[in-house]
Nanobody, 124 residues
Framework: QVQLVESGGGLVQAGGSLRLSCAAS????????MGWFRQAPGKEREFVTG????????DYAGSVKGRFTISRDNAKNTVYLQMNSLKPEDTAVYYC?????????????????WGQGTQVTVSS
């Protein structure tokens, strides 16, 4: 079992930055592919970005590419999401997820473990 806890969300003005963290416990995440998803009110949960367990492969949704950066520190059992140039449409609850596989997948059902989410609100 892997427990995931997100932190770092908050209220920020458009154009600002936030850094989300996802701290894992229970097992080392060094053999897990990690992903970030988000869900806005009334919308389905969508893929934001993911990183393979070595950190060698990343994938980004087109809407965040060039603005968001995912990274991982396996020694700290933590994954990060640096979000720059934030837009109001980035407003959502952001979730961290883990899957015990090498491939970065975009479908939520591919991930076995989820955090409780952290709210990100971007004001215009």
């Amino acid at each position: 079992q892997v427990q995931l806890v997100e932190s770092g969300g908050g209220l920020v003005q458009a154009g600002g930055s936030l850094r989300l963290s996802c701290a894992a416990s229970g097992r080392t995440i060094s053999t897990y592919t990690m992903g970030w998803f988000r869900q806005a009110p009334g919308k389905e949960r969508e893929f934001v970005t993911g990183v393979s367990w070595t950190g060698g492969t990343t994938d980004y949704a087109g809407s965040v590419k060039g603005r968001f950066t995912i990274s991982r520190d396996n020694a700290k059992n933590t994954v990060y999401l640096q979000m720059n140039s934030l837009k109001p449409e980035d407003t959502a609850v952001y979730y961290c997820a883990a899957r015990p596989n090498t491939l970065v997948m975009r479908t939520p059902t591919s991930y076995a473990y989820w955090g409780q989410g952290t709210q990100v609100t971007v004001s215009s």
